[in-house]
Structure formats: C-alpha cells, structure tokens
C-alpha cells in the first residue's frame, strides 16, 4: 500500500510541474510585443469647435495646463452628458474661482458603434477646443488602450483618468491631489494617487450575490499574490498621475483591456513611483459593460500572465517610447 501512495504522490507531483511548465511555456510564446503606438491617420487630428482640423498635441511637448481629465468611453451617449455636466460644472467652478487653474478634458470615443463622439463634440461647441477635446479612435482598442491614447494628447502637468459613467464624485479630485502632494518629495517629478473604494466593501458585500463576492475576493487575492502590493482597490478608475509618471507608465503598458489598472501600478511599483491609495465617495451606475463571470475569467488569465512573461522576460520595462 505505502510504495502504491508513494508512486501516486511522486506522479502527482510531476503532473503539477508540468503543468506549471506548461503554462510558462504557453505565457512565454503567446506573449505579444509592446502594443503599436501607432495613430492612424485620423487619429492625428481633433475637431476644433468650428468644426476644423487641428494636430492633437504630445504628451513629450511641456504641459501648458494643469490639469488633465482623460475619459475612455464606449458607448457612452446615454451615461457620458451626466459626468460631464457634473465635471465641467466642477471645474468651472474652480476656475472662476482661481483664474490661474487651466485644464482640459480630453474624451476618448474607443470605437464606439452610438453617437458618443456627437455627444462629446456638443461639449466642444460649448466650452471650446481648448477645454474639451473629442478623440475618436478607428477601432475598438479597449479601455486602457484609450486612456492611453488620451494620455499622449493631454497638455496637463496632472493627468486624471475618470470613467464616463461618472461613478465617483468628480470634486473627490482635490482628495487626490492632496493625496499626490503629500507623498512629495516625488522621484523624478513621479508620483500617483489612486481613488479608492475598499471603504465601500462591506456595503458592497451586502449587495452582491455570494458568487459575485468570491469573484471579488479571488480576484483581489490573485492581484496581490501575483502583480500588486499594498493596494487594496486597484480598479477604481478614478487616478491622478503627475505627466512624468503618465509617460512613464503607459510607455511600458502591454495590457489594453480590463486588467491594465494592475499592469500600469505593477509596473509603478517595479519603477519604485510612489502610489497612494485615496478614499473616494462611488456609486454604483448601472450600464457597465463588464460580464461578470467571463470578464473576472479574462482579467484572471491577465493577471497569471503578467506576472510570468515578466517573471520570464518575455516582457521588459523599456525606456519611454514615442508615438508615430
């Protein structure tokens, strides 16, 4: 009986390391190459208020505002007018109120099959092209791929990415800049805060079915046994990054989809940025576009594989690149 559970022991063994070969061999060779940070044609370009072309700026040339509000949306016509009357009645607010506070909100449409790009350009008509800009992508890149496509337009010394459902209060940006200013001295004009909601979570355990709570908390383990440490919620897309840390971060970014909020703090976390964790007022608004078994399965599947194709070095941290 001993030698017939010791063979069985010795083959269990060897089925788990092969398995792990297995997967770093499968992690290793389906690994893409840094994604293109090639626009197309069309991408070049943002309509003005009248309706005319203009070259969008780099996020390389100097910041000429201070502030930067990024905002990914994908059909976004119906949850979009919402954040934006709220951020923009904000932000001027703020304005009137400092006339040396200079921003922008620069609206990415990711390839959106709704009129959200007519929606965002009525804002243009409004406020003008030098405070709202309308970014339409040719195809679908996915949500971090639109942020970053934002990001290398934005014209502001602090970048704010901000979701177009309008789920956190917007005027919780002051939360976050003092929040940035406190981690100063800032490492070579680096340094991130991120919006949070952990605070939120036994509330939001009392709402949700059984399933969808051992999704979260799966999730949030593998996030922190395989990629991040020390933050608590790193899916919050409430985040305020100083221009240095935005080049810095999405130059090296390789996920485009869900789970680039992980890739971008880990590879913060490796280049030793300073992050803090910011608590935020959040309100669940109804229309996301997550399924929720599928979604966690696909961010899962990122979250294995970010940590072994860097593990592996079949990706590298590079130096910043630029945008053809």
Known sequence: MAPL??????????????????????????????????????????????GQKETLPSIWDSPTKQLSVVVPSYNEEKRLPVMMDEALGYLEKRQKQDPTFTYEVIVV???????????????CQRYGSDKIRVITLVKNRGKGGAIRMGVFSSRGKKILMADADGATKFPDVEKLEKGLNDLQPWPDQMAIACGSRAHLEK??????????TLLMYGFHFLVWFLCVKGIRDTQCGFKLLTREAASRTFSSLHIER????????????????????????????EGSKLVPFWSWLQMGKDLLFIRLRYLTGAWRLEQTRKMN
């Open 203 to 212: 509330e939001s355990i009392a709402q949700r079915s059984y399933f969808r």
């Open 109 to 123: 449409d990711d390839g959106s099959k709704d009129q959200t790009s007519k929606v965002a350009f009525k804002y």
């Open 5 to 50: 559970l010791l063979q069985l022991a010795v083959l269990g063994v060897a089925l788990v390391a092969a398995a792990l070969i297995l997967i770093f061999i499968v992690a290793f060779v389906t690994a893409t190459k840094m994604p293109s940070l090639h626009r197309h044609e069309e991408e070049k370009f943002f309509l003005n208020a009248k």
């Open 258 to 285: 869900w789970a680039f909020d992980v890739e971008l703090l880990y590879i913060a976390q490796f280049l030793k940025i300073p992050i803090a964790e910011i608590a935020v007022n959040w309100t669940e608004i």
